[in-house]
């Protein structure tokens, strides 16, 4: 994925496909590592706090993690994972069919004083998780969705996030899967970061319906989540809508 670039770490960091990038500890009694950031937007994946930002070049960075904490990882910019929850989870059948959506925004353009930015990455379209139905429905059929995210914004205005789920080969039968919650990273920061959480988010789909919100809760300086109150069915061609307020205090970097 970044060739050209240094070879210095391939050894102790390594992607998983072109979105995740993990930088394990391997030195036995230390709690750091030294992890080699190319040049793109990069995020923390657990928190969504902003590592490096689009605009900076490729660099080495103290990456810390201590005995029994989550191997350090971090979401490439211009990608989006889905994510479920795995309380109590021992295999795939004991999964639902919720999920989470991770948004790692890359810059595209400004357009007068719109901030214009993309991600994009793929959510399985299964809600039986089971082998059976895996290899029944992925194998014969594409049972993958590719979700679109196109996000703009406005220093001090508002924003709109626009999300678009297509389904290359509709054959995978009555298969129910819902997204209750966005969280969405973008390379910018607030010394006011609360104000997110002060302004209700609307959102709307593709029929002008509205979709229940709860609250936008704020994650980091540069990261917020919004969370649906009841859990929105996905389907092939669905496109859901959602507009807000930036903070006065927003800063890009």
Known sequence: IFY???????????????????????????NYTLAYFPQSAWYELREGALIRASNQTGAVLNVTSHLNETVPTFIRGGHLVAV??????????DLNSNFLLLLALQYSNTVGTLRNYYASGPMIALQDLND??????????????????????????????????????NNIGNEQVYV???RISGDWTSSQTEEFALHATQAVDENGESVDIEMSQVSSA??????????????????????????STIIDI
């Open 222 to 247: 540069n990261s917020f989540w919004i969370n649906i109150g009841s859990p929105v069915s996905i389907y092939p061609g669905r496109t859901l809508t959602f507009s807000g307020k930036m903070p």
């Open 84 to 93: 479920q929850e795995v309380d109590n989870v021992l295999r795939t059948d």
């Open 132 to 169: 059976s139905n895996i290899v029944t429905k992925c194998f014969s059929y594409n049972c993958v969705y590719n979700v679109m995210a196109n996000f703009s914004y406005t220093p001090g205005g508002s924003y709109a996030l626009a999300l678009r789920f297509t389904l290359p080969n």
């Open 4 to 30: 050209n670039q240094s070879l210095d770490f391939v050894n102790t960091q390594y992607m998983i496909g072109s979105s995740l990038m993990v930088t394990p500890v391997l030195k036995e009694g230390v």
């Open 180 to 182: 209750s919650g966005i």
